[in-house]
């Protein structure tokens, strides 16, 4: 096992267990919670987008993403934001995993790391957690709606973590950050997520599930 794996595993194990104590706890400890985050991510992006022409355009969606995150939370019960939250971390791990295993063509120029093997693994972990998740519902109709969004949300985390890592290379550099080891800033670690909470905001909003 490569040190960086180690280091990934490692972190992983503290961050995750954090992360849903404030997710399922809510109330004063999820907004400290997030407002910590969005600190630390807003200060990641002003060091790597800073006198960029395109700066300002990222702390609006930043901050209207955390307001997704917050409503999602506070609107509704803890099980969707978990749900959303996991699907996301699985996609994740499913990506890094497969593509390390697999390796094969890459998919983007933008994100040398990312291979098609590795957007496949994406898409299995992510649809084997949803199906793990959603087995007590016994309507199929309801069951089949919970599957498209694991597609069309892991298809967002992805596609989240080809934007930040197009704007990390304008930057010219290969991390947000140094906080977390073996993944770098807290924005790498989150990227995808950022961009698949407010997509999932938006489907409670007009009522698809």
């Known amino acids: 096992m490569s040190q960086e794996l180690t280091k990934r595993i490692l972190s992983s194990l503290v961050l995750i267990p954090i992360t849903l104590f404030f997710i399922i706890k809510g109330s004063y400890l999820f907004i400290f919670f997030l407002m910590i985050c969005l600190s630390l991510i807003t200060y990641e992006w002003y060091m790597m987008s800073k006198k960029k022409p395109y700066s300002v355009f990222g702390y609006i969606f930043l901050f209207f993403s955390f307001y997704t995150i917050y409503k999602l939370r506070i609107d509704n019960d803890y099980w969707f934001l978990l749900f959303v939250t996991i699907l996301c971390v699985s996609t994740d791990i499913g990506g890094y995993v497969f593509g390390k295993i697999f390796k094969g063509p890459k998919l983007t120029k933008f994100s040398p790391n990312k291979t098609y093997a590795g957007m496949m693994g994406g898409y299995l972990l992510s649809i084997i957690s949803s199906i793990i998740l959603i087995n007590f519902y016994s309507s199929e109709e309801l069951i089949i709606k919970w599957l498209i969004f694991t597609i069309l949300i892991s298809t967002i985390s992805?596609?989240?973590?080809?934007?930040?890592?197009?704007?990390?290379?304008?930057?010219?550099?290969?991390?947000t950050g140094k906080i977390i080891p073996g993944h770098g800033g807290l924005l790498d670690r989150v990227?995808?997520?950022?961009?698949?909470?407010?997509?999932?905001?938006?489907?409670?909003?007009?009522?698809?599930l």
């Open 158 to 175: 992805q596609l989240g973590d080809i934007i930040i890592s197009y704007f990390k290379r304008l930057s010219k550099i290969k991390d």
């Open 191 to 208: 990227d995808g997520m950022i961009f698949a909470f407010p997509i999932s905001y938006l489907i409670i909003l007009i009522d698809f």
